[in-house]
Structure formats: C-alpha cells, structure tokens
C-alpha cells in the first residue's frame, strides 16, 4: 500500500476538490462496494472500481455527471435524488433503498449510504451552510439479488394463499350444536385424533388455547351471518404439536334452513417459515445498513465493533452479539479467539461463546476462523454438547452464527450472533453474513492503513525469518543466492506480482526452481546482466508480505540471503503490535523479531506528490502505471517488457493497457507540471 495524506485533491471541469479521504485505499479493499465522490452541488468527481463493477460506467464516462442522472427518469421527475442530498445536508448522513441506472439503461436494486464531507474534513456531519460543504461521500452495496429474493417470496406467498383457497388439506363439517360430522383421513391423521361420526366434539378442540377465541369469533359469525369467512390458527395434534393452519368456511344451508358450517384448512408451515426467512432477511440487512452507515465515519476498530454488537443486540430477532479478534497461536496451528465486544449477553456469557468459534472435537462444525466461512448451529438448547445446551439455556436462545472477519485472507476476528429461534440463519442469511463478514475486515484493514498513511510516527520493526514456508525465502535458500524484493503488487487478497532481484545467480536455475514451486504460478525475466537478474513472479499465498498486508502494516524492505531473510515492517503506533508480531510469527514459526522503534515522518514533498497522484488515478490506471514501470517497459534503449506481456499479465486486453497507462501518464505529467495545489 502507498503511502497517502489526509490532503486529497480531485479535479473536475477545471476545478479543484479537496477531501479528507481515502479513495484510492478504500476502493482497493472495498472492492466489492461502490464508492464515490460527488462535490458540493452533486456532481460526480470521483468513482471507483465498485462503483463501475456496479453500475458499468468507466470514471471516464460518469465524472462529471450530476447525481440524479444515476436514477430513473421517474425518481428524478420526483425530486427524490434531490431530497436525498437535501436530507444528507440536515442530518449529515442519509441512507436509501431503490433502483439506480447502469450503463446501457441497466437497472440495479442498492441499499446507498450518503455522508457530507464539511470543508474542515468531519464526514457524516451536519452542514448548517453551503459554505461548509466540501462534498458527498456515496457508499453503495448491490442488493438486487435480495430484493428480487423478496419479491419472489411474496409473489409465492401471494400465490401460496390463492392455492390454499381452493386445494384444502383437511375437510370437516360441524352442525349448529358443534358435533362434527364429518372429515376426511387427513384431518385425522394431522390431528392425531379418531372421532366417532356424530360425536360432539368441539370445533376449538383441535386448535391451540392461544387462538381459540379468535377461532370461535369466526365460527359465530358464520351461522350468524353467513360470512365466507378466512381464518389462520394453530392445530392442536395429540402430541401438543402446533401446526400452524389456514381455514376457509362457509355456512351450511339447506332450504334457508342453518344446518351448520363446513371448510378446509391447509398446512401453512412452509409459508410462515418462508416468511419469517423474508422477514428476518429483510430484518438483517437493516441492521446491516445501520453498521454500514457506522464503517463510514467510525475513527477507531473499537467503534467499529461496539456498533455492531449494539445493533444485533438492539433488534428483537437476535439475543446477543459478540465479536473477538483473531490471535495467533504459538504453534502456528489455527487461531484463538478472545472476545472484545459484546451487547445483550454478560461478559461471562461472551467468553463462553468461544467454543463455537473454536467448537469442540465432538461437535459437529469446524473453526470459523480456519475454514473463513459462516459456521451455524441450530437448536441448541436441545444440543448433545452439554457445554453448548447449558450455555443456550442460561442465556436463553436458539441457534448460533459464527461469522469469520477477515482481510487479504488474513483472519482478524470472528463475530458470534445468537438468535432466539432454534432454526434461525437459513442459507441465505449466511450469504449475507458471508459477505458482511468479509466487509468489516475490509473497513478494519483501512482504518489501520488510514491511521498508518496520516501519522507523524510510526512504529518500524525488523524480522528475521529461515522460515521455508515464504516462498522468497524457499528461493534464496535452495538457489544460495541474494533475493531481494523490489516492489509487491498486491493482484487480488491471495495473489501478489512481486518483483524482484536475483543476485549472483545463474537465471535459468532461478527459472527452474520457480517453476517447480506451487507457491509461484508464473514468472518471467525481465532483464539480467552479469551478476544479477530481475524477474516478475505472480506469487499466490505462502509469503510474509500477504500476512503483513492482512493488518494495513507496509513492508518497506526484504532482502534474503542464503535463506536468511531480513524484513522492515511499518506498522500504526495504536497497533496491537504482540498480536501483530504473534500472528506473523505463528504463521512462520522460523522467524523473530529483532528491533522495534518509533520512527519520526520527516515532510513529505515526495509523497505529497504520490498522493495527489493517486487521487487522480483510478485503480486501473494505477496498477497500469506500476506494471509498466516495475516490469521495464519504460527501460531504453531495450526495453524489456512489451505492452502484450504486461497486458496478459494483469489479465486485459494490450488496447485497454495502453489506455490505461495513456490517461495514467497524462495525469501524472498534469500533477507535476500542474499547480501545486
């Protein structure tokens, strides 16, 4: 990660913006959200990788257009894009659900977060005038799957019910006395109950105590009144089972003379489950929009944390929530889990919730932790795990939701979420929690890099590491030779280009060797003269740099030598650097820690440039720039990457490269020639 300041500057139409944000960071670990940038009067300034996944449009395309032109030509005659920046003025944030234009009249169904960006750099605050506005912060999450989700559940349960009307499960008839007369095997067999024919049995006999009087109600107004009467209640099996039934009924009459009421009922257990999954679905993304909106503006982890426990515990559909953060264990053989948060169960209660993060050998689930997915145990008050069955009854819930937090597929922690119904966390909900998980590691790991980018001090530590399990230091051990890297490119959370330097060395044993190692999936020379060669390796996994970037900490150097690494690490002051050190560590056990200290910043004239130049380039142009430059394209008089190597390597077609690296040199050569500001 590049280093960047507080000061951002994007330009648009000529003019100047500056903002107290990160966008660049933040659309490189958010990737999966659409994040935008919109000045005063609501015209878009700024778009990231999301928001063009999202909506197709290029940062060419849209920049420049107001943000009512995101909204369909109804919206927009409406005045709603208009209010919703109006309401974000007066209440420094607001949030909104509905459809959004794409490009090519594309629709998509989001849930959007906007937060006002005051000219003193507060984001999500009241703007008394437009004079202490800056701008508009636009944090946007595709939700067209669920909303079309929500829509087939009604349409199904719309269409549930008019089938419920005219194919009933039971039959029965009652005459004016009450003595049933007549039914059918179903009604028998779903009752449990064998009456003889013209017994008088009650019609409440078979419904719940609970909604007898209701029932009752209905049945009088039918023989009183006639009513065709729709009627939802629970039957009573002999087991003390409650099935929950619809009953349509109608009067029995026979040359105007009442001879009783007839009707069918229909199990409608599926259409309640399906319901209350509608409703819970719909229930979480609310508390998920309630967090979102906190990720926004939250300073500090802590706050983070303390927000999402809070609102799990606030919504009656969840008892409890804890979350933890993930710490390294000695051995380097899984993580432990040690709890920092927690609302609606007591601190005794959070600690308890450990052994489902880390279940027990006998249980039927893994670490959440380890395997990086929502783990769910469901009827736990019933549980063969004695453990879990107590905990569940003292504190009075159902089921349980381990949901993994993570970054760059480094675990941070896990968040445990407990439910009063014992079936609660249906498959779709876990899609949600998934992907919810994966989004509070991303905001952790870029509020640790922000508080990293902005501090006048940092903390700098030195490793050293034989540990085999990095793949440079595989390399420089069985090749014998110096290793040094130069730049890492991070590709996606697993996968990182590295670039480095192989010193005294024969490159067709470095090429050999890097062929034969899992951990590196492609390579190439770049150039090498006679002591020395540099290469561009695509390395997945297996290195020290993939756990470093999991915790928004910078490697500032790596050099290996025979095997014998010698890392320097940037890290935050306010990081919990024995947990950093011990998950580093854990992970390879052949390495230690040599020094720490606290580095003074001197003046950044250099990075002041580097970060107006990332807030110019969008994440393309960006790792265009980087490729062609750390991969030799710009070397003369022989260069030794062409534009086709360097395209296949990022994955896109040579045409897009060149683009992409055009309007990157043009905007760079504007940030330098430009004004300074």
């Not at 197709?56 to 894009?81: C, K, M, N, Q, W």
């Not at 937090?405 to 979420?417: D, E, K, R, Y």
Request: proline share 3%; with cysteine; hydrophobic share 35%.
């Amino acid at each position: 990660m590049t280093d960047n300041s507080s000061d951002r500057t994007v330009t648009s139409g000529g003019q100047s913006f500056e903002f107290d944000l990160e966008i660049s960071e933040l659309s490189a670990l958010v990737s999966d959200c659409a994040i935008a940038l919109f000045d005063a009067d609501g015209f878009i300034i700024a778009w990231n990788a999301g928001a063009r996944h999202l909506t197709g449009y290029d940062a060419e395309t849209i920049v420049g257009d107001h943000y009512r032109s995101l909204f369909p030509t109804d919206a927009r005659e409406d005045g709603r894009p208009d209010r919703l920046l109006e309401r974000t003025r007066a209440e420094g944030t607001a949030e909104d659900d509905g459809w959004r234009l794409g490009d090519g009249d594309s629709r998509v169904w989001v849930c959007e977060v906007i937060a006002t960006i005051r000219a003193d750099g507060d984001v999500g605050v009241p703007v008394a005038s437009a004079a202490d506005l800056d701008g508009y912060l636009w944090f946007v999450r595709d939700r067209t799957a669920d909303h079309e989700r929500a829509r087939e559940l009604r349409k199904e349960k719309a269409f549930t019910e008019s089938v419920l009307r005219a194919q009933p499960d039971i039959l029965y008839a009652y005459d004016t006395d009450g003595n049933l007369i007549q039914w059918n095997e179903q009604f028998e067999r779903v009752t449990g109950y064998d009456p003889a024919p013209s017994s008088d049995v009650d019609p409440l006999t078979f419904i719940a105590p609970e909604d007898r009087d209701h029932i009752g109600d209905a049945i009088e107004r039918i023989l009183e009144h006639g009513e065709r009467l729709t009627a939802e209640g629970r039957v009573l099996a002999t087991d003390d089972d409650r099935i929950p039934y619809e009953f349509n009924s109608a009067r029995i009459v026979d040359d105007g003379d009442v001879l009783g009421f007839t009707g069918v009922g229909r199990d409608i257990s599926d259409r309640k489950a399906r319901e209350r999954e509608l409703e819970r679905l719909e229930r979480l993304n609310a508390v998920i929009r309630t967090i979102d909106d906190t990720m926004v503006t939250a300073d500090t982890r802590d706050e983070i944390e303390a927000a999402i426990v809070d609102t799990f515990a606030a919504d009656n559909a969840y008892r409890f929530g804890v979350i933890g953060r993930a710490r390294g264990v000695a051995t380097g053989e899984g993580h432990s889990w040690e709890p920092t948060a927690w609302a609606g169960i007591d601190a005794a209660g959070a600690d308890g919730c450990s052994s489902f993060v880390d279940p027990p050998v006998d249980a039927d689930g893994e670490s959440a932790l380890d395997t990086r997915t929502v783990q769910r145990y469901r009827a736990l008050r019933d549980s063969s795990i004695e453990q879990w069955r107590h905990h569940a009854r003292e504190h009075d819930y159902g089921s349980i939701a381990v949901v993994p937090i993570s970054a760059s597929s480094t675990p941070l922690g896990a968040l445990v979420i407990g439910a009063a119904e014992p079936s609660a966390f249906p498959d779709r909900e876990r899609e949600v929690l998934q992907e919810f998980g994966g989004t509070i590691g991303h905001a952790i790991n870029v509020m640790a890099v922000r508080r990293l980018l902005y501090q006048d001090t940092v903390v700098e530590l030195e490793f050293e590491s034989t540990d085999r399990g990095d793949a440079c230091i595989r390399l420089s051990d069985e090749l014998g030779c110096e290793v040094s890297v130069d730049h890492v490119l991070p590709l996606t959370g697993e996968v990182f280009i590295y670039y480095l330097t192989a010193s005294n060395v024969d490159p067709d044993r470095v090429r050999e060797l890097a062929r034969d190692d899992e951990a590196i999936t492609d390579h190439r020379l770049i150039d090498a003269n006679h002591d020395e060669s540099y290469w561009e390796c695509v390395v997945r996994s297996a290195t020290i740099a993939e756990t470093v970037t999991g915790y928004g900490a910078r490697l500032r150097s790596k050099t290996v030598r025979d095997g014998v690494a010698k890392l320097t690490v940037q890290v935050s002051s306010d990081v919990a650097l024995h947990e950093f050190v011990d998950t580093i560590t854990s992970a390879y056990p052949d390495s230690r820690l040599r020094s720490k200290r606290t580095v003074e910043r001197p003046v950044e004239t250099r990075g002041d440039f580097r970060r107006t130049v990332e807030s110019m380039l969008t994440d393309k142009q960006r790792m265009a720039l980087e490729s062609a430059y750390h991969g030799g394209y710009f070397e003369w008089p022989s260069r030794h990457s062409n534009a086709e190597e360097i395209a296949d390597r990022l994955g896109i077609a040579r045409q897009t490269f060149h683009q992409h690296l055009r309007v990157a040199q043009a905007k760079l050569l504007s940030a330098y020639f430009g004004d300074a500001d």
